[in-house]
Structure formats: structure tokens, C-alpha cells
């Protein structure tokens, strides 16, 4: 089976511009999580998808958002990127919601100037 | 909410040689997990032990859990160069897939 997919594999953007980050995960896995990762705060969940719905969400602001297609393929969003925003994201699958190992990408690495 | 913590947080070693490293966690859990990752990598799942055990095996890797300390140690034995990464571990609650990480263990491998 074709592993875990992030896309794009890296971005530069400017503060204030908006991002979106897709993740696809292994196939038959129904559920995403998400995580940012910085040298400062390690690593942080940030929301988890399952069928489509949202299950649980970290504690980051409203700014960022994500979503779940019926295929299982998420997206993430980031609004009015901060510095501080500047991370690798990344994500994850699994088969279902507390089953177990999880898989991850290889990441997604967004620099905020 | 519970967060993994591993000690020490840098270990050099020489091929060879064992690496354990302990992670530490706050609340109640379903399973354990510890991952790798190689240079801001993604991260690699190496082994998941549950709550009711309290030890287990993947080849070169022996991870003990502990829930009465709450407390978990992953040992590679005979390390190789390649080993050198980063190790962290997670904890995973009931029902949901939050896992919560340590800050990292830096293992480095000395040829």
C-alpha cells in the first residue's frame, strides 16, 4: 500500500496570507489527525477527522481549520499566517478513531516571512 | 492533558553499543506509541505497547511499560549508525487518536 501523502512539500508564504496543506492517508484508513511541529513547542496536535467529521481539536486558535472528504483526503487551512506559524505540519492516518498506531507523512514544511 | 517526556534528551553512543531511553507521561492511557524521525522527517512508528502490557518486542527494539509509574523505557540494542534520529514517544488516550508527545530523545551513533 502507497503510503501516507503531503502535499505540497514545501511553502513560503507572507504574514497574512492564508495556506492550505492536503494530506492523503493510506488507504482504507478513515481517520486523519494533524500536527505542527516547532523547535520551541514540539510537537502539537491540532484536530483529528473521521468519517468526515471533526473529533477532536488542540488548542490552537480558530485561525486554523481543516476539513475530510468522503475519500478520507483532508485539508488543512491556516488563515492570516503569523510568524510564529512557521512549522512542519504534519499528518497522520489510521484505520480508526483509538485503534492504534498511527502513520504519518513525510510533512509539510511552511515558512511564514 | 498528558504529555510524554523522555530522559535523557541527547544520548552518543557508539555502534554497537545499547540506547535506552525513558519517557514519562500524567494521566491515564491506552496505549503507548514511540516514534522516529531523521531530520525533521516524518515521523516513523516504531512500536505500540497497551495498557495491560508490560513488554514488547520488535526486533532490535525492547520497550517496557510501566503504569504504575507511569512510565515507559525503549532500548535498541546493538545500534547502527543508521539509528541516529531522533525518538519520541506518545501517549494515546481512550476512544480518540490525540496523541500527546514527548520533547525527543537525540540519539546519535558514533561508526
Known amino acids: 500500500k502507497a503510503g501516507v501523502t503531503q502535499t505540497p512539500r514545501y511553502l513560503i508564504k507572507t504574514r497574512g496570507q492564508q495556506v492550505t496543506l492536503s494530506c492523503s492517508p493510506i488507504?482504507?484508513?478513515?481517520?486523519v489527525s494533524w500536527y505542527q511541529q516547532t523547535p520551541g513547542q514540539g510537537l502539537q496536535f491540532l484536530f483529528e477527522y473521521f468519517s468526515e467529521t471533526q473529533r477532536n481539536k488542540g488548542n490552537f486558535p480558530g485561525r486554523f481549520s481543516g476539513r475530510q472528504f468522503s475519500n478520507s483526503r483532508s485539508e488543512m487551512n491556516v488563515s492570516t499566517l503569523e510568524l510564529g506559524d512557521s512549522a512542519l505540519y504534519l499528518c497522520?492516518?489510521?484505520?480508526?478513531?483509538?485503534?492504534?498506531?498511527?502513520?504519518f507523512g513525510p510533512g509539510t514544511r511552511l515558512t511564514v516571512l | 492533558s498528558q504529555q510524554g517526556e523522555e530522559d535523557p534528551q541527547a544520548l552518543s553512543i557508539q555502534e554497537g553499543e545499547n540506547a535506552t531511553m525513558n519517557c514519562s507521561y500524567k494521566?491515564?492511557?491506552?496505549?503507548l506509541q514511540w516514534y522516529r524521525q531523521n531530520s525533521g522527517r516524518g515521523l516513523v512508528h516504531l512500536i505500540l505497547?497497551?495498557?495491560?502490557?508490560r513488554e514488547k518486542h520488535s526486533g532490535r527494539l525492547r520497550v517496557t511499560l510501566d503504569t504504575s509509574k507511569k512510565s515507559s523505557s525503549l532500548l535498541i540494542t546493538a545500534s547502527r549508525a543508521a539509528d541516529t534520529a531522533s525518538y519520541f514517544c506518545?501517549?494515546?488516550?481512550?476512544?480518540?487518536?490525540?496523541?500527546?508527545f514527548g520533547k525527543g530523545n537525540q540519539v546519535v551513533v558514533i561508526p
Open positions: 506518545a501517549t494515546a488516550p481512550y476512544g480518540n487518536n490525540r496523541l500527546a
Open positions: 497522520a492516518s489510521s484505520l480508526g478513531s483509538g485503534q492504534g498506531e498511527q502513520f
Open positions: 505497547i497497551r495498557s495491560n502490557e
Open positions: 488507504s482504507g484508513h478513515r481517520s
Open positions: 494521566t491515564s492511557i491506552n496505549n
